[in-house]
């Protein structure tokens, strides 16, 4: 028989040798082989009733970058397919990451749903009228710029904003209002994925 005080000596004996099998029989998993890259998104305020698993965690692929920058480098006035559908074309790609803007259509295609940042700087060369570029998502207007001051050989309507596109929206610049009858070189329209959603 073992004193009272050698009692709870012999518990903590026993949990100690027991104690690592009921833990490793719990945790007795596969572990899991991520190959390739791979980004691990944790929500630090998930929903109630979480739509992936309970730890409000999702992977995503790690190739999913995503930005362009193109320019113009030459002044030809505007083709008759431009000044029909007055989409302001681009002939120089600089970043193509994930080759998601086309540069004969000059439309940039989402490759999923996200938050997109675009900018624009388009020049109007030699042109007294006032000129209107705004980007287009899916045919409507997002954002617009003016140019319009008739004192100058060269003057640029810029702007840039955030926009959510789901995938397959197609973005692009249209001219809404006036010419570039003298040409557009040096103009530039870039974006990239801020983050997916």
């Given at each position: 028989?073992?004193?009272?005080?050698?009692?709870?000596?012999?518990?903590?004996?026993?949990?100690?040798?027991?104690?690592?099998?009921?833990?490793?029989?719990?945790?007795?998993?596969?572990?899991?082989?991520?190959?390739?890259?791979?980004?691990?998104?944790c929500d630090?305020?998930?929903?109630?009733?979480?739509?992936?698993?309970?730890?409000?965690?999702?992977?995503?692929?790690?190739?999913?970058?995503?930005?362009?920058?193109?320019?113009?480098?030459?002044?030809?006035?505007?083709?008759?397919?431009?000044?029909?559908?007055?989409?302001?074309?681009?002939?120089?790609?600089?970043?193509?990451?994930?080759?998601?803007?086309?540069?004969?259509?000059?439309?940039?295609?989402?490759?999923?749903?996200?938050?997109?940042?675009?900018?624009?700087?388009?020049?109007k060369a030699?042109?007294?009228?006032?000129?209107?570029?705004?980007?287009?998502?899916?045919?409507?207007?997002?954002?617009?710029?003016?140019?319009?001051?008739?004192?100058?050989?060269?003057?640029?309507?810029?702007?840039?904003?955030?926009?959510i596109m789901?995938?397959?929206?197609?973005?692009?610049?249209?001219?809404?209002?006036?010419?570039?009858?003298?040409?557009?070189?040096?103009?530039?329209?870039?974006?990239?994925?801020?983050?997916?959603?």
């Amino acid at each position: 028989m073992l004193p009272s005080s050698g009692l709870p000596m012999l518990i903590l004996a026993t949990l100690l040798l027991i104690g690592p099998l009921v833990v490793r029989g719990q945790n007795d998993t596969e572990p899991i082989v991520l190959e390739g890259k791979c980004l691990v998104v944790c929500d630090s305020t998930p929903s109630s009733e979480p739509a992936g698993n309970a730890l409000g965690m999702s992977v995503r692929s790690g190739t999913g970058r995503v930005a362009f920058s193109a320019t113009r480098q030459t002044n030809h006035e505007p083709t008759d397919m431009s000044n029909r559908t007055m989409i302001i074309y681009f002939d120089q790609i600089l970043v193509n990451v994930g080759g998601h803007f086309d540069q004969e259509s000059s439309i940039f295609l989402a490759p999923r749903r996200g938050v997109y940042s675009f900018n624009f700087h388009v020049v109007k060369a030699y042109n007294r009228q006032t000129i209107q570029v705004s980007l287009m998502l899916n045919g409507w207007p997002m954002i617009s710029a003016f140019a319009g001051d008739q004192d100058v050989t060269r003057e640029a309507a810029t702007n840039a904003g955030l926009v959510i596109m789901e995938r397959g929206d197609k973005a692009y610049l249209k001219l809404e209002r006036g010419n570039l009858m003298g040409g557009w070189k040096y103009s530039t329209f870039s974006g990239f994925l801020v983050f997916p959603l």
